[in-house]
């Protein structure tokens, strides 16, 4: 149980004390109502005895009694209503409540720390985190106060309101105080007349009430003298001759009112009367009206001491009518500061029903009286007691005792007989039910069984508990005997607490007296107010014992639903039983709580209610027992609703709402219209208060993506707005570094290579990736766009109506500077900042949904997002979602379809966790998180691109034309515009100058992309040759390919204006889905500090499908015949296959043209052409073309500067196409320049190795033709047909080795074991490779191809051959021939025949820098037949090199010829 004030040693002896009728007169009443108070009243701070009392017992032992304590009433003839005892009991605990502000109890049991509002520890006292020490420490505690007072005062005000009964004597009258004035004409005439009334009150039949001890009643008479107003002489004579009748020790004169009650202001004195005056409220219902009191039956009653009788055994206390259905809730501030529901002042103290029902507040009682009056009374109440009455209970006992002995036939004394009693052998008890019901049993007063209890009750009330339990234990014998079970279960119950309060603790406590008690009064005598008696003065007997299981077992037994109060009371205490265990058991302690809390609140004790909820809600609350969170929630909502303490009300409603419920819809749906409504009604008490935080739906605040500028404009026919950046795209870390790349390249390029060190990236959306650290720039008149993420836990929709963003604002002048005053603005105010509202925003059970809320800022300064403000409601009809009802026992009955209440949710973001420093990593810091806080700068320009025709599929190498629109759409213009792509190769706005970008086509599907040129039949295997300089299409020396101007007009775009641009698009080389990223920078024309410049993104998607795949090698022509008789012809073969597969509707594709690039080289005529004139090629056909290559003139190399180049042109058709114009060119510098840069760094490491005269060797295999071949494409789609057409690029760099138009696939290398041994270091050879050396000499034989000898006529044929050779390089070379024929492998002794070389085997030479040298040689035949001449080898070295080069002559093409017998 809980901690008590009093230990049970002193509880019961001031729970059955003397009882002291008083009778006044008229004046004698007068005078004590001048203090306010009745005789009773008056006595009652001083009914305790401050001294030790000594008395004999009937063996003439002396008896010391302790403590002792009378108690004084008022008769009343009438015994107080059952009603009225309901009413008492029921005010006594609702007035007594947990006061705030004292320092709670901290019991920490098992994993729990629980406070239970025990106010008994200082609040010097630490918490203690040991249960035990917790409880020594209230043991001990001098400061001892109840855990629970109002169960103390429930129990302190039962105990006195027990009906007096016949079967037990503890509340009978012993005495009758008898008190008149002296101011009385006859005092004495007065007393005779109160002596006569008493007489005839107890003996008189009329009055069954009050009950009399014995029928010689001890009178006491007492004279009352007003000293400020009376004749103390006159009093003094009374007294005297009161003295002469009634004997010294039969009266007494008690002087009071010292002073006048006008003297009462001017000195304060204690008032000791009011603690005890409102303990409880009948004393109130007493009249103060003047008149004779003899017989008052209007209920005066004591206030101590209430002596009820007539109440049958079979009355029930019932509590108040259970008109509360709804279970009630818990908080004080034993609350735990954890529940979120607390606060200094949640539960307000009860205004105590004590002060309630005090008469006046201004009320002084004993006004009149000064201290020396108070030890007047003081002296009078031990006088009686000394002088009087304990001298009358000795005499009583002797009597009774002497009775008992002559009428049993006895030894002389109680004590020798009850040793005989108990030396024999014990009669066996009756079992409870082998008993038949006899509670309607009833002895005479005059009976010895009655004479026994009369005297044992007498030695309980003086604290001679031996010789009492003895007189007990012998009247239960009798009564059993006879089976008077009430008046058994009377004396088991007051013998097992005599032996229990023996001295010195003779025998056990009889635990089962009390069980046997109770069993009778409540299951035979049907009375529940005596087994409540008996349960309460046992479970304190048990507590104190620590058996704290069988007190909480007999608590809990006695809760019935006769009288839900005490059920509660009950309950509470097996509770806190529970907890005080040794193993503490805290979830029964819960358990029993929130029954108690239920049991409370159908007693209509809201607050005790609404406390027992709050602390059992301490051991569920975070357990996962979410349903009984739900339940004591739930019920701490309605019960504090009730109480009008309705923020507490809200906060358990919020706590059900916010918890992951596992309740139904229909349940959840009634929770949220009570929270709603209850919100509602918090909301109306302060209407201008700060608008409440709503805890549904829930928000992920780190999901917050915020969004600067306008929304992309939706396509519109042909025209297509740039994608920028919009909510929509997910956020992908590789693509926003890709853009961050692309955005540092341009900024670099204008900032003559080098990146400011303010340079911060552009974000225009951000979210939890991008970073935060810093404030975000937002334009003015461009809005901002907030991205919430609700989710709704329930399984009921909610409805968000009238959904904003709430903000704050700090405007500044147009300089920059802050206001003088700094505005800040949190209300709605359109001309600074104007605000989007969302009408209706349903979010569906269980879902996750986001809202994009706008801001447009009209002014430059701070703004600063706070949060979403809105109305949370949910649907509302007469049937509901899902079929939910409306709430049974809804406060408003009908609830209205606009249930909604305003409120407000705050977004805060955690910045990122900080880890960089030591510091930093040792602790957690997080860094700022800005994204929600944008500083609002100057207009800037604002630009929209429109893409026009612009395809989303493409061949391979295919060249198609769109058109690109600019719009500046704000009021600034702006400038500089260029544009940055990853694939320079992709696109084009055409060249530098007018003359070389074609004219716009016409709106025929089959005008060329080119520019083109009509030519005659004549030129068709000719070339036709112009150049053109890669500056011109922006490919310069040292120039960035990626970032491209744009050619705008005047280089600035005025607001408001757009302007079209032509764009070519060529098809990737490479078949598939092509993302390109184009990043648009511009600036502002005006320069701003804080935002340089912007950009503005777009993504392509091309899909591309395979087309033509060209392959094109070069080798040296063995044919001396050019121009200036000198060997630098080459042959370019050219393989064209289409590999397009059918299904882009491809019939055929047309060779129109193969064109050359190159500075040093050019195509001179196509060689073999006739065959296939038309260069058609259907599905997987391939053509071979050969072609013819020269060097360019000298005179035109040195005029040309070192980007010149010359393009060559061989027509296929009746039309040329200009190769050196746009976009032909365009693509072509674009490819060529992607190539050298992936070869650069490989080519760049090589040089540095190799030697130069390696170096001079490897240049003569090197050759710089580029071959751009155009095509036609003859499309059929929705049956029209269409022509497109493409260019594909073959880059020679190499003689003999072969290039490709698209990358070839590579085949990954096979596996090669594993070694396990080191390699040797074999240093690298700088030894050029045989490719290489082979092309340092030309070598070319001129033969007749036939020649017929008579072979009869002359047996040797001698034929004259001419070996050239030719010095490929610019150095001297060394040359050796040898003309011995090797003989390793038998083919070429099959091969080569018998034909033999005759003359010099072997020559050397030495040739000079590209020298021609020709060589007179025979060969004799002696057979006819086809002879390969192709057998002289040829070695050559570098003249000036020590090093000798050698190596066999090039496989040269065999060399034929056919010698014919005539």
Not at 108 to 119: E, H, P, V
Not at 724 to 737: A, G, I, K, P
Not at 1215 to 1222: G, L, V, W, Y
Request: proline share 5%; hydrophobic share 35%; charged share 20%.
């Amino acid at each position: 149980m809980a901690q008590c004030v009093q230990s049970v040693q002193e509880l019961i002896p001031d729970s059955f004390v003397p009882c002291v009728a008083a009778l006044c007169s008229d004046d004698a009443e007068r005078l004590t109502r001048l203090n306010h108070l009745s005789f009773a009243e008056l006595l009652k701070p001083f009914t305790r005895l401050t001294s030790e009392v000594h008395m004999r017992d009937p063996n003439n032992q002396l008896h010391i009694i302790k403590n002792l304590k009378i108690a004084v009433s008022n008769i009343i003839t009438q015994p107080p209503q059952p009603g009225a005892i309901r009413k008492l009991l029921s005010d006594v605990v609702s007035g007594s409540q947990p006061a705030d502000g004292l320092v709670a109890n901290v019991i920490t049991a098992g994993d729990y720390d629980l406070n239970i509002s025990d106010r008994s520890i200082k609040a010097s006292v630490p918490w203690y985190s040991n249960w035990k020490d917790t409880l020594m420490e209230m043991k001990e505690s001098s400061l001892n106060t109840a855990t629970t007072p109002w169960f103390e005062s429930y129990r302190e005000t039962f105990l006195q309101s027990m009906p007096a009964s016949d079967h037990e004597f503890l509340n009978h009258y012993l005495a009758c105080m008898l008190v008149a004035s002296s101011s009385e004409a006859e005092p004495m005439e007065q007393f005779g007349k109160l002596s006569q009334e008493q007489h005839r009150i107890q003996h008189n039949n009329d009055y069954s009430y009050p009950k009399w001890f014995i029928p010689n009643t001890l009178k006491y008479y007492v004279l009352l003298h007003d000293v400020s107003a009376g004749d103390e002489q006159r009093a003094e004579s009374i007294y005297e001759e009161m003295k002469q009748k009634y004997g010294t020790q039969g009266c007494y004169l008690l002087k009071i009112n010292s002073r006048t009650s006008n003297q009462a202001s001017d000195e304060q004195i204690p008032d000791p009367w009011s603690q005890y005056l409102q303990k409880n409220s009948i004393q109130n219902q007493e009249s103060y009206e003047d008149g004779p009191c003899t017989i008052s039956s209007n209920k005066n009653s004591d206030s101590n001491l209430l002596s009820l009788d007539g109440l049958d055994n079979e009355i029930k206390v019932d509590g108040l009518p259970n008109n509360f259905r709804a279970h009630p809730l818990q908080l004080d501030s034993s609350s735990d500061p954890s529940n979120n529901i607390d606060g200094p002042d949640h539960v307000k103290p009860a205004s105590s029903l004590h002060e309630a029902k005090k008469a006046n507040p201004g009320i002084i009682h004993g006004a009149c009286l000064t201290l020396t009056d108070h030890d007047r009374i003081r002296q009078f109440v031990q006088e009686f007691t000394f002088r009087g009455l304990l001298p009358h209970i000795e005499k009583t006992i002797r009597q009774l005792n002497d009775q008992l002995i002559s009428r049993k036939g006895l030894s002389r004394s109680l004590f020798s007989a009850t040793k005989k009693w108990f030396s024999g052998s014990k009669v066996p008890e009756k079992s409870i039910n082998e008993l038949k019901n006899t509670s309607g049993l009833l002895y005479p007063p005059e009976a010895p069984e009655l004479q026994i209890r009369k005297m044992a009750d007498l030695c309980f009330l003086v604290q001679h508990y031996d010789l009492a339990y003895s007189c007990y234990h012998t009247a239960k014998k009798d009564f059993l005997n006879d089976q008077a079970m009430l008046y058994a279960a009377g004396a088991l119950e007051m013998a097992a607490v005599s032996a229990f309060l023996q001295q010195g603790a003779a025998r056990p406590y009889p635990a089962h007296y009390m069980d046997t008690a109770i069993q009778t009064y409540r299951d035979i005598c049907k009375n529940m107010i005596l087994a409540e008696r008996c349960v309460l003065l046992s479970a304190e007997i048990l507590k104190s014992q620590s058996k704290y299981s069988e007190a909480a077992a007999l608590l809990i037994r006695l809760t019935s639903e006769d009288s839900d109060l005490r059920s509660a009371l009950l309950l509470e205490q097996a509770a806190h039983c529970f907890i005080n265990m040794k193993s503490p058991m805290v979830r029964k302690y819960a358990f029993h709580m929130i029954l108690a809390g239920h049991r409370f609140s159908k007693a209509g004790q809201k607050k005790h209610a609404l406390r027992c909820y709050c602390q059992a809600m301490q051991v569920y609350k975070g357990k996962g027992w979410s349903l009984a969170e739900d339940h004591i929630n739930f019920t701490i909502g309605r019960q504090s609703y009730t109480l009008r303490q309705l923020d507490n009300a809200v906060s358990a409603f919020r706590h059900i709402l916010i918890n992951e419920s596992k309740q139904s819809a229909a349940q959840q749906g009634s929770f949220l219209r009570e929270y709603l409504y209850v919100y509602k009604n918090v909301s109306q008490l302060s209407p201008d208060g700060p608008l409440p935080q709503l805890p549904l739906p829930y928000i992920n605040s780190s999901a917050t993506r915020v969004f600067f500028g306008h929304d992309r404009r939706p396509a519109d026919g042909e025209k297509q707005a740039a994608t920028h950046v919009s909510l929509d795209q997910e956020y992908d870390n590789e693509s926003s570094q890709q853009w961050r790349e692309l955005e540092e390249q341009v900024v670099a390029l204008v900032n003559k290579g080098v990146i400011p060190p303010n340079f911060h990236p552009t974000q225009y959306c951000l979210n939890s990736f991008s970073d935060n650290s810093r404030f975000p720039l937002a334009v003015v008149e461009e809005p901002i766009t907030v991205e919430v993420a609700f989710r709704n836990p329930l399984k009921v929709p909610l409805l968000l109506t009238n959904l904003s963003l709430l903000w704050k604002f700090q405007p500044k002048d147009c300089s920059g500077k802050n206001d003088e005053e700094v505005k800040e603005l949190v209300t709605s105010e359109p001309e600074m900042i104007g605000t989007e509202v969302i009408s209706e925003f349903l979010i569906n059970s269980e879902e996750s949904k986001v809202a994009r809320l706008k801001l447009f800022p009209h002014h430059i300064g701070e703004l600063h997002i706070l949060g979403v403000v809105y109305n949370l409601g949910t649907i509302q009809g007469s049937t509901t979602v899902d079929g939910i009802g409306a709430l049974p026992g809804c406060h408003t009955g009908k609830q209205s379809l606009s249930m909604s209440v305003r409120g407000r949710q705050d977004l805060e973001i955690q910045g990122p966790r900080l880890n960089s420093t030591k510091e930093e990593k040792t602790s957690i810091t997080y860094g700022p998180d800005r994204r929600l806080d944008p500083i609002i700068v100057e207009e800037m320009p604002l630009l929209e691109v429109f893409f026009i025709h612009f395809p989303t599929g493409l061949l391979c190498g295919e060249i198609r034309k769109a058109y690109v629109e600019f719009v500046n759409v704000s009021k600034c213009p702006l400038t500089g515009l260029k544009v940055v792509c990853k694939r320079p190769e992709f696109f084009t706005f055409g060249g530098n100058t007018t003359a070389l970008t074609p004219l716009s086509p016409s709106a025929s599907e089959n005008c060329s992309a080119y520019k083109t040129v009509v030519t005659e039949s004549t030129s068709v295997c000719t070339a036709l040759t112009s150049s053109a300089s890669s500056v011109d299409f922006g490919i310069g020396i040292g120039s960035q390919p990626e970032v491209i101007p744009v050619p705008l007009p005047d280089t600035v775009l005025l607001p408001g204006a757009s302007v079209q641009l032509p764009l070519w698009l060529r098809g990737p080389d490479e078949e598939g889905v092509h993302e390109i990223n184009f990043l648009f920078y511009y600036e502002s024309v005006k320069k701003l500090p804080k935002i340089r410049h912007r950009i503005l993104r777009h993504t392509a998607v091309i899909c591309t499908s395979r087309s033509l795949n060209a392959r094109a090698t070069v080798c040296r022509s063995n044919s001396l015949e050019d121009e200036e008789g000198r060997g630098g012809n080459m042959l370019v073969f050219v393989d064209v296959e289409n590999i397009n597969t059918s299904e882009a509707g491809v019939k055929e594709f047309h060779i129109v043209q193969v064109s050359s690039s190159s500075k040093h080289w050019k195509l001179q005529k196509s060689v073999n052409l006739s065959e296939n004139k038309d260069a058609k090629l259907g599905s997987r056909e391939k053509g071979k073309f050969c072609f013819k290559a020269i060097r360019c003139k000298e005179k035109e190399v040195a005029t040309q500067s070192s980007e010149e180049y010359t393009f060559a042109d061989i027509i296929f058709g009746n039309e040329q196409i200009i190769s050196s114009a746009s976009p032909c060119a365009d693509f072509f510098y674009r490819s060529l320049s992607s190539e050298l840069k992936k070869a650069q760094p490989s080519a760049h490491t090589e040089k540095q190795s190799v030697e130069d005269a390696v170096r001079l060797i490897q240049k003569c295999s090197e050759v710089d033709l580029n071959v751009v071949v155009l095509w036609k494409a003859y499309v059929v789609e929705d049956s029209k047909q269409l022509i497109l057409e493409g260019q594909h690029h073959v880059i020679l760099h190499t003689v003999g080795k072969e290039a490709y138009s698209s990358p070839q696939k590579q085949e990954p290398p096979e596996m090669e074991p594993l070694k396990f041994f080191r390699p040797e270091n074999t240093a690298v050879s700088s030894r050029p490779s045989v490719e290489q050396l082979s092309s340092l000499i030309k070598t070319s034989l001129h033969y007749p191809e036939s020649l017929n000898h008579p072979f009869h006529q002359k047996s040797l044929c001698l034929v004259p051959v001419t070996l050239l050779l030719s010095n490929c390089s610019k150095a001297d070379v060394d040359v050796i021939v040898d003309l011995r024929h090797k003989t390793t492998s038998p083919e070429s002794l099959e091969i080569h025949g018998s034909f033999t070389w005759l003359g010099q085997t072997q020559y050397k030479l030495q040739l000079k820098s590209e020298e021609i040298h020709s060589l007179q040689l025979k060969a004799c035949f002696v057979h006819t037949g086809v002879y390969n001449l192709g057998t002289p080898r040829v070695f050559a070295k570098l003249s000036d090199q020590v090093t000798v080069f050698e190596t066999s002559q090039q496989n040269s093409m065999p060399a034929l010829i056919i010698i014919n017998n005539v």
